[in-house]
């Protein structure tokens, strides 16, 4: 299997396009193809050559499960070894490493089923037992858990805690320091036992955490998550070690405990962005690492019994559903001191602490935590929320607020816009598209001169830039998300769309495709202003912001047309970026940081926002590039960008993104 996954290598980079606003069978199925077998040939390398290890005469032979730690070890350092390297290569080049490196270990693992085959003379014997076929899913289920747990909590801190550039780093890094530290030589760091006894101080911890809707200090906060994530993975992956099988059984042990993993994932990435509405798979990936404690094994915590037990079950069901009632009904109360409805609210977690006064009643804690915790994942308080969903790329959430004077659409913790819901205010472009705003100053320098007629915009939020369109605009938005059409499409929940249409008769369209495969399929020359808006503040979709993107925009411009740039984020600076590709395609560059806002403009629903403009020269920006005005111009807010001699320019095959970290 190596050899054959050699000669596929290095991996396919360019592989083809996604079709549709869904692209995880897209993604699935394009990994399989390009990098399946080399990966899977890598995966089944660790435990061959523990089976190997294991028939040799080294002292350790008896148990090589500790290689399983150096393994993972392997994996660490890969992992944060890659974040050192990949600002200084391209993709070519790193594919082209990767290659070399995996002709390298196919070499080292062929040297070492030669060194094993010629030593196995003196190998020790194995009495091969019967592993019963609940071992096999006590397997399974205890390498499920940690995997669900680990993408569970990475969307849980990033949807409702704080949108951290890079942030799956440190879970994933955990979760394999957990595997490395439970299969070590030594194991000094507890047992599953251990670890059992601090797993409900860790639950309460995050039950209060939740009801209480704590979310700042924010790196606190996160801190504590980790924390618990680093004990649940702990207590399963220490009794995943503790549960390991004779050496005979090491290749059938590792395919459950992969299998569990595997599943774990997917339940996590694939399937419950389907299912749930909100990230619920981190509460009840939760719950099911309380039901592996050690007391809920012990004889004494469960009676004896067929029946005994059921009620003992059915009894934690209950308890969980009395949990969650409890919550989503003390909700509907109204209690104008939002402390003290925190408060009370937190107060909920006191019976779970009773329950821990009784080993006994252990399933009956894990019962009454999982209501407890699932039901503070779908309640929250500042705002009714009208409408909610979930999709592959995150959950989208529209509240109303302020007595259902103003609804906000968010997705995580990043507001993509509001919009009044009666008088004046709801026909005004608000949050960063509003008239005294970047977009403003554009849109009022390209209208008078008839060159506001043709529009495309990448990211299509509330729908705003709409507000703009007058009877013969035509405004073509593409979407990667259909969740966020729907939802802008709904009169219920933002006009923007349908104000446009039905009272100005303005040609709005919407498309659900990534917004750089879209513009590519229309003709060249196509816009007067192509508005790119689709950079969040924890991920930037590189691709939108490249040398070759860039040129493709130009592209589909008519003559004097100009590209504006929505680049606001808390983490990255992303002028230097394009100012560096506007030299590299000879094209003006300005940018403005809109930051000041005044009262009056607070009340209009304005935010901060950060603006970069490119047109073919100066002239095609107008007031723009030419400074401070008598009348209503930008004035001198917008400042020209020139590329500095360090900065890197971003290509489709090479991006920095560390580089652009602020």
Not at 374 to 398: K, W
Not at 424 to 444: C, E, I, K, N, W
């Amino acid at each position: 299997m190596l050899i054959a996954a050699s000669t596929l290598l290095p991996l396919a980079i360019e592989i083809g396009e996604p079709q549709g606003s869904d692209p995880r069978w897209w993604m699935f199925r394009t990994l399989t193809v390009t990098a399946g077998l080399p990966f899977f040939a890598l995966a089944a390398s660790s435990p061959l050559v523990q089976q190997w290890f294991s028939r040799t005469s080294h002292p350790r032979a008896g148990d090589p499960y500790f290689l399983y730690a150096a393994s993972n070890a392997g994996s660490l350092i890969g992992l944060v070894g890659y974040l050192a390297v990949e600002p200084f290569a391209t993709r070519g080049v790193q594919t082209r490493a990767w290659a070399v490196c995996f002709w390298i270990t196919a070499a080292l693992v062929t040297t070492c089923g030669y060194v094993s085959r010629h030593g196995s003379s003196l190998a020790r014997t194995s009495v091969r037992s019967t592993v019963r076929l609940s071992e096999r899913a006590m397997w399974i289920a205890l390498a499920l858990v940690p995997s669900a747990l680990m993408v569970g909590v990475t969307q849980h801190l990033a949807t409702d805690v704080a949108s951290v550039p890079l942030l799956w780093v440190i879970p994933l890094a955990l979760y394999l320091a957990t595997l490395i530290a439970a299969f070590a030589r030594t194991r000094r760091l507890g047992s599953s036992r251990r670890w059992g006894t601090l797993a409900p101080l860790a639950m309460l911890m995050l039950l209060v955490l939740a009801l209480a809707e704590v979310r700042d200090p924010i790196p606190l906060v996160a801190l504590l998550h980790l924390l618990a994530f680093v004990v649940f993975a702990m207590m399963c992956h220490t009794r995943l070690a503790e549960r390991r099988p004779d050496p005979a059984h090491l290749t059938e042990y590792f395919v459950y405990v992969s299998l569990g993993g595997v599943l774990g994932g997917a339940a996590a990435a694939l399937a419950a962005p389907a299912v749930f509405s909100s990230v619920l798979e981190y509460p009840l990936a939760i719950a099911g690492a309380l039901l592996f404690r050690w007391p809920l094994t012990d004889s004494g915590t469960v009676p004896s019994g067929r029946s005994r037990r059921l009620v003992w079950y059915v009894g934690a069901i209950a308890i969980a559903i009395t949990g969650y009632w409890s919550v989503t009904a003390f909700d509907s109360f109204t209690i104008d001191d939002e402390i003290t409805q925190h408060v009370l609210r937190a107060a909920l977690a006191v019976p779970a602490v009773l329950l821990l006064l009784s080993s006994r009643t252990a399933l009956l804690f894990a019962g009454l935590s999982t209501g407890l915790l699932v039901a503070a994942s779908t309640v929250r308080t500042g705002g009714d929320v009208i409408a909610h969903e979930r999709t592959f790329f995150g959950v989208h959430q529209v509240t109303s607020v302020q007595g259902g004077r103003w609804h906000v659409l968010t997705h995580g913790t990043t507001t993509h816009g509001v919009q009044a819901t009666a008088g004046r205010r709801q026909s005004l472009p608000t949050a960063y598209y509003h008239p005294s705003g970047p977009l403003g100053d554009v849109v009022f320098t390209l209208a008078p001169e008839g060159r506001f007629q043709d529009v495309a915009a990448i990211g299509l939020g509330t729908g705003a830039l709409a507000a703009y369109a007058g009877p013969k605009t035509r405004v073509d938005f593409f979407e990667v998300d259909s969740a966020v059409i729907r939802i802008a499409e709904d009169p219920r929940l933002f006009t923007y769309l349908s104000d446009a249409r039905t009272q100005r008769g303005a040609d709005v369209r919407t498309f659900a495709i990534d917004g750089r495969l879209g513009l590519k399929s229309r003709p060249p020359g196509s816009y007067d202003l192509i508005v790119i808006d689709a950079f969040s503040s924890d991920a930037i979709p590189t691709h939108l912001i490249t040398r070759e993107a860039v040129a493709m925009y130009v592209a589909r411009l008519k003559p004097h047309g100009v590209i504006a740039f929505h680049v606001s984020s808390r983490f990255f600076d992303l002028p230097p970026v394009l100012a560096t590709i506007a030299a590299d395609q000879r094209l003006a560059c300005y940018a403005r940081h809109d930051m000041e806002i005044r009262p009056d403009q607070v009340a209009d629903g304005k935010r901060a926002s950060v603006w970069v403009v490119l047109a073919g020269d100066d002239r095609d920006l107008g007031q723009i590039a030419q400074g401070p005005s008598s009348e209503r111009g930008p004035g001198p807010r917008w400042l020209k960008l020139t590329a500095g001699p360090r900065d890197p320019l971003w290509t489709d095959d090479y991006s920095n993104i560390l580089r652009a970290l602020q």
